[in-house]
Structures are given as structure tokens and as C-alpha cells.
């Protein structure tokens, strides 16, 4: 079973901190995604990754960083929290050669006060 | 740009009702769809891809490439099928998908 997990559940952050969210993949999968899920608009890709130090922005890039210096963990940065960041981001994975199935993670609720 | 569209947000039907959740999608090649389910307090998980044709838990979706559209469909509602889902759409050549904004399912006993 593919297993995805993110490193905190629930996260409080104050306006102009840097965050961190990890994510880690057990399956070897070479590529990993970060969306942020909010009530009325669904998933938003923020960034995707396939492969080990390649990235891709995805629909909503801005004030998002991303890192993946190993297969397995793919980290989303925001390098200074504001209040419209305040979401529940979700990490996911999948194979390579996979065309849209993907194995997410629990999810990180971050607030932002 | 590519587009997936579920009209609605909430939907409510009673327990052994037909369910029919509406998914609509703009891409001018070749898609390939999905549904994603994510019940209360676990993980977002696919339910089904059309290029299967499979029916899992009872739901069906058939794509229909002339009017956009590829909907959920189960016969019989059930309590379990409580739920948000998610459409999604893959576009060829990429490993990403475009997810829809999501309808929350409430079976009613």
C-alpha cells in the first residue's frame, strides 16, 4: 500500500513566518504534487515535481516555494505566511508513467493568524 | 485552458435514491477522466477512471466526448456514499490533473 504522509496535521503560523511543509512517499514514485484545497474551489495545483531537483509551477505558484532534494520528500515553503494562505494543503504521488492516479496524503491545516 | 466543471456544491438525496453528480470538462484533445472521493476524516482516493469502464462501490461515469461531460452515476444511494467528490480531468501528455471544485454528497436516511 502506497503510503504518503505529511508532517503535521495542524499547523498555526503567524502573518510574515516562514512554514515549512514535509511531504514524504514510500513507493518510489517519481512524481509529486502540492495542492491546497479550499471549500468552493476545489484542488489548486501549486507545484508538481518529476524528478529529484526538477519542479514545475502549477495554477497557483504565488508566495509558494518548493524543494526536492530526494525522490521520496517533496517540501512546500512559504517564505513569509499572509492570511489567504490560511488552507488545507494536500501532498500526493504517483508513478511516473501514470496518467492522473494519484495517492495523497492526510493533509496540513494551516492556519495563518 | 483546460476546465472541469461540477455545477453543483451540495447535493442531497435519500438512501435508496438514484445519485447522478454532474461533471463537465473543457479540453479540445484527448482526456482522460477521473472521480475522486474523499469521505469524512480520511484521504482524498480515486474511485474510478473512465479508460477501465469499471463500476466500483456501484457508481458508474461514462465519458461522453460530444457533450463534455463525464458524470457519476449510482443506481441506489446508500448512507456510506456520504461524501465530497472530485472530478478530474488528465490531459494528454501530462502527469498532472485539473480537479473540478468539488460536489459534497449527503445521503439521507
Known amino acids: 500500500d502506497v503510503k504518503v504522509t505529511q508532517s503535521s496535521r495542524y499547523l498555526v503560523k503567524r502573518t510574515g513566518e516562514k512554514v515549512f511543509l514535509e511531504c514524504v512517499q514510500d513507493m518510489d514514485h517519481e512524481n509529486m504534487f502540492w495542492y491546497r484545497q479550499d471549500p468552493g474551489l476545489g484542488l489548486r495545483l501549486i507545484y508538481f515535481?518529476?524528478?529529484?531537483?526538477?519542479?514545475e509551477k502549477g495554477d497557483i505558484p504565488e508566495g509558494y516555494s518548493v524543494s526536492r532534494e530526494k525522490k521520496e520528500r517533496f517540501s512546500l515553503i512559504l517564505e513569509s505566511a499572509s492570511t489567504n494562505q490560511t488552507s488545507m494543503y494536500l501532498c500526493?504521488?504517483?508513478?511516473?508513467?501514470?496518467?492522473?492516479?494519484?495517492?495523497f496524503g492526510p493533509g496540513t491545516r494551516l492556519t495563518v493568524t | 485552458a483546460q476546465r472541469v466543471t461540477q455545477p453543483e456544491k451540495l447535493l442531497s438525496v435519500f438512501k435508496g435514491a438514484p445519485v447522478e453528480l454532474k461533471c463537465n470538462y473543457s479540453?479540445?484533445?484527448?482526456?482522460?477522466l477521473f472521480w475522486y472521493v474523499q469521505y469524512s476524516r480520511q484521504r482524498l482516493q480515486l474511485l474510478l477512471r473512465?479508460?477501465s469502464r469499471e463500476s466500483i462501490k456501484g457508481f458508474t461515469a461514462d465519458l461522453n466526448k460530444g457533450e463534455t461531460s463525464f458524470h457519476l452515476k449510482k443506481p441506489f444511494a446508500q448512507e456510506e456514499d456520504s461524501a465530497m467528490y472530485y472530478c478530474?480531468?488528465?490531459?494528454?501528455?501530462?502527469?498532472?490533473?485539473?480537479f473540478g471544485q468539488g460536489t459534497r454528497l449527503t445521503i439521507n436516511p
Open positions: 473512465h479508460i
Open positions: 479540453y479540445s484533445g484527448s482526456p482522460e
Open positions: 515535481s518529476y524528478d529529484v531537483k526538477m519542479k
Open positions: 500526493a504521488s504517483s508513478i511516473g508513467t501514470s496518467r492522473g492516479k494519484q495517492y
Open positions: 478530474a480531468l488528465s490531459t494528454q501528455g501530462a502527469q498532472k490533473l485539473v
